[in-house]
């Protein structure tokens, strides 16, 4: 059985990848606070057991093993999370914070029945796709067709298909955008700004602005306008 910490490494090393972000141990060492040393330890303990392999260029890659065992706690997770929001009334946040406890010691069984009591919800809160009940990774990505605020177009109209992650873990970071009113299904219309290096929209009648780089951890599909006519 994997540990605590073996799955969280899985689960950010899946969410990186499904995002089309090379996995490096600098980058997990940034994410987890913690030395070069420790994450190499780490990521040679997750080769040995069969759950990752790490490529010439470094780059750290899920084994079908590995990825199997990290959709099953991602599953784990998200329910609990729907759960905690859904049915105990938790904001998002603390969903998010209190699933990490709930994902370790829930069984297949009882995330089955949890699904089945919510109606087999297809993503978590955040808009992330729960393994089972809806396209995994990069396949959920490429059938909504999203791609990242970062790099939608000025004068478009878009709608908040999810948070990364990658981002969802930050506590702080989930504060800062719910602020901005950035939540799945969210309509923004991106506007021109005067700074580059900020995506500036508007969003619920008020305009608002954040980095780049936070940007690219939003995903978002286009909104289509509306047709005028009598259908004739």
Same mark, same amino acid.
Do not use: F, H, Q, W
């Given at each position: 059985m994997a540990s605590p910490v073996t799955e969280e490494y899985l689960e950010t090393i899946y969410n990186m990848?499904?995002?089309?972000? /090379?996995v490096l141990s600098a980058r997990l060492a940034d994410k987890f606070r913690v030395s070069r040393p420790t994450v190499t330890e780490t990521i040679r303990r997750l080769v040995s057991d069969g759950y990752a392999t790490q490529n010439d260029d470094k780059t750290i890659v899920l084994t079908p093993v590995g990825a199997a065992l990290t959709e099953q706690v991602l599953r784990r997770h998200r329910l609990a999370e729907r759960l905690l929001f859904d049915v105990i009334g938790l904001d998002p946040i603390e969903a998010h914070e209190q699933a990490h406890t709930l994902e370790h010691g829930m069984s297949d069984d009882l995330a089955y029945r949890i699904?089945?009591? +919510?109606g087999n919800p297809l993503t978590c809160p955040h808009g992330n796709p729960i393994p089972g009940n809806a396209p995994s990774g990069l396949a959920f990505l490429k059938e909504q067709h999203a791609y990242r605020l970062s790099q939608a177009p000025t004068d478009g109209t878009v709608r908040v298909v999810l948070i990364s992650e990658v981002v969802e873990d930050e506590s702080e %970071? +989930?504060?800062? +955008? =719910?602020?901005?009113?950035?939540?799945p299904n =969210? %309509?923004?219309n991106v506007v021109a700004g005067t700074n580059p290096s900020e995506v500036s929209f508007e969003v619920a009648g008020e305009r608002r602005a954040m980095p780049v780089d936070l940007a690219a951890k939003i995903w978002v599909a286009n909104v289509q /306008?509306? %047709? $005028?006519? $009598?259908?004739?």
């Open positions: 990848t499904m995002e089309g972000d /090379p699904s089945e009591r +919510l %970071v +989930l504060r800062r +955008l =719910a602020n901005k009113g950035i939540y =969210a %309509v923004l /306008p509306e %047709v $005028d006519g $009598d259908g004739s």
